[in-house]
C-alpha cells in the first residue's frame, strides 16, 4: 500500500481549481508590488518594510490557511532579500 494509497488527496473541483489559481496570482502580484515599493519608495522605513511583509504574510494565510511552509520557502527569502539589500549599511 502506497503512501497516496493511506493518505488520499482531496479532489477540487473546478470553481475551486480556478479561485485557487486566482488567489495564487493575487499573491504573486502583491508580493510583486511590495518588492516594487521596497526598491522604490526612499521616504520607506525599515519598520515600514517590516509591517508590509508581516501584512503579506497574514493576508498569504489567509488566502492559503495552513500553508505557512510554503510562504516561508517561496515569498518569505524573497521579501527579506529585498528588506536586507535596501536596508544594509552602506
Same mark, same amino acid.
Given at each position: /500500500? ?9 479532489? /477540487?473541483?473546478? %470553481? ?13 502580484? /502583491?508580493?510583486? /508590488?511590495?518588492?516594487?515599493?521596497? *526598491? ?21 494565510? %489567509? ?11 517561496? *515569498?518569505?527569502?524573497?521579501? *527579506?532579500? %529585498? ?8
Amino acid at each position: /500500500m502506497g503512501l497516496s494509497e493511506q493518505f488520499p488527496e482531496p479532489r /477540487m473541483n473546478e %470553481a475551486e481549481l480556478a479561485q485557487e489559481a486566482k488567489n495564487i496570482r493575487r499573491l504573486q502580484i /502583491m508580493v510583486g /508590488m511590495i518588492i516594487s515599493v521596497i *526598491y522604490q519608495d526612499p521616504s520607506l522605513t525599515l519598520e515600514q518594510a517590516s509591517e508590509m511583509v508581516s501584512n503579506a504574510r497574514t493576508a498569504a494565510l %489567509a488566502m492559503f490557511p495552513e500553508k505557512e511552509l510554503a510562504w516561508n520557502i517561496l *515569498y518569505r527569502p524573497r521579501l *527579506y532579500r %529585498a528588506i536586507e539589500e535596501r536596508f544594509r549599511p552602506q
